[in-house]
């Protein structure tokens, strides 16, 4: 039943057809149907899973992954430092001698000395330019006696072996070994010859082409060269700069206050009471003193203390002093102190360990190189 769209009278039911109304005769249309349902889609199943890569695959995978894991633990967490240069090893040795050769034909004077402790050595020759060393001898028992007669001839002898060995200076090459009464202890060269004190105070000439015994009136005599640490031990110690001479003194006894004096031709000019004292080794003061740069360089210690090394320049024509460089690093224990060439060269060290040997610069009393051994 629907009611009539005109006057709203009930309209007889007729299906799906359209309808006339009886009363007032209006037309009423057809009724659409809504459309019957459908029944619904069955749910999608879920896609199967494409098929992943091989095992073997999935391992590297893994791998990989965990190796870039470790890289970036590294970028963020450890503390990344630019390899730091290794220094290069000290020389080191137990001995006061050293002399000079011409070692790499630069014309320029390369000090020679004994390498490592007093059972055992080796001759070493070092650059005097750079303080690298440039060769190193054949082993020697007890190393002692060490001289350089010319540019190319290298003396030594050590232990009980009553050889004394000459060595070439340009390589450090064994050119002959000449036999002596006894073991050589102290060495001086002269024209083309060199004189040796035995340790039994005797002594002889040698001839330097081949080791012949020899007169050799051109060394100085074997008084000159005698004693425990003869050179230093040397009370005045003298130099000549220019036409000046200027001997080093200190007092035997008591505080050894050091001393300067100038003189030409035999004539006094000045007179100078240093700032330091002579260390004491011995009992006996030791001298050092050098000619170089135009000055007279003194090696000493504090004369409070009597322990930090000085470095004093000395001009040769006034007495006055141009310098006093404190030179604690030079350590307890003065060896040796020799001008060659444009620096002075100082073997020190502490009282326990090895001694080393610098270059000083005359001019300013500056370590300009520590010497190194030579490449193995």
Not at 48 to 72: D, I, N
Request: with cysteine; proline share 10%; net charge neutral.
């Amino acid at each position: 039943m629907r009611p009539c769209r005109s006057c709203g009278a009930p309209l007889a039911a007729s299906g799906h057809g359209g309808v006339t109304c009886p009363r007032c005769g209006a037309e009423n249309p057809a009724v659409r149907a809504a459309p019957a349902a459908q029944p619904a889609a069955p749910a999608a199943q879920p896609a199967a899973p494409a098929p992943g890569p091989p095992r073997a695959v999935k391992a590297l995978l893994a791998a990989a992954m965990a190796v870039v894991g470790v890289g970036f633990a590294v970028m963020f967490f450890a503390r990344v430092e630019p390899p730091k240069e290794r220094r290069a090893r000290q020389l080191s040795t137990q001995l006061d001698a050293l002399c000079f050769v011409d070692a790499n034909g630069d014309d320029a004077p390369d000090p020679v000395l004994w390498q490592d402790g007093k059972t055992r050595g080796r001759v070493v020759a070092v650059d005097g330019r750079s303080g690298q060393g440039l060769w190193a001898s054949q082993e020697f028992e007890r190393p002692d006696a060490l001289a350089c007669p010319d540019e190319r001839t290298v003396l030594a002898g050590g232990g009980e072996d009553t050889r004394l060995r000459a060595l070439d200076a340009r390589t450090g090459k064994e050119r002959w070994a000449a036999s002596l009464p006894a073991v050589p202890d102290e060495v001086a060269g002269g024209d083309g010859c060199a004189t040796v004190v035995m340790k039994d105070g005797a002594a002889m000439g040698v001839a330097l082409g081949g080791g012949e015994a020899t007169d050799c009136p051109t060394a100085p005599p074997p008084a000159a060269i005698t004693g425990h640490f003869w050179e230093r031990k040397k009370n005045p110690r003298v130099v000549q700069i220019g036409d000046v001479e200027v001997a080093l003194t200190a007092p035997a006894e008591g505080t050894p206050r050091l001393t300067a004096e100038g003189r030409r031709g035999g004539a006094p000019l000045w007179k100078t009471e240093l700032p330091a004292r002579a260390p004491v080794s011995g009992g006996r003061p030791d001298l050092f003193l050098a000619a170089s740069g135009g000055a007279a360089l003194v090696l000493g210690v504090d004369v409070t203390g009597g322990t930090e090394p000085r470095i004093l320049a000395v001009d040769p024509a006034t007495g006055a002093l141009r310098y006093e460089a404190a030179a604690g690093y030079l350590g307890e224990r003065l060896l040796v102190a020799k001008a060659s060439g444009p620096y002075v060269y100082i073997v020190s060290g502490g009282a326990v360990s090895g001694a080393a040997l610098r270059a000083i610069d005359p001019a300013t009393g500056a370590t300009v190189w520590r010497a190194t051994p030579p490449p193995p």
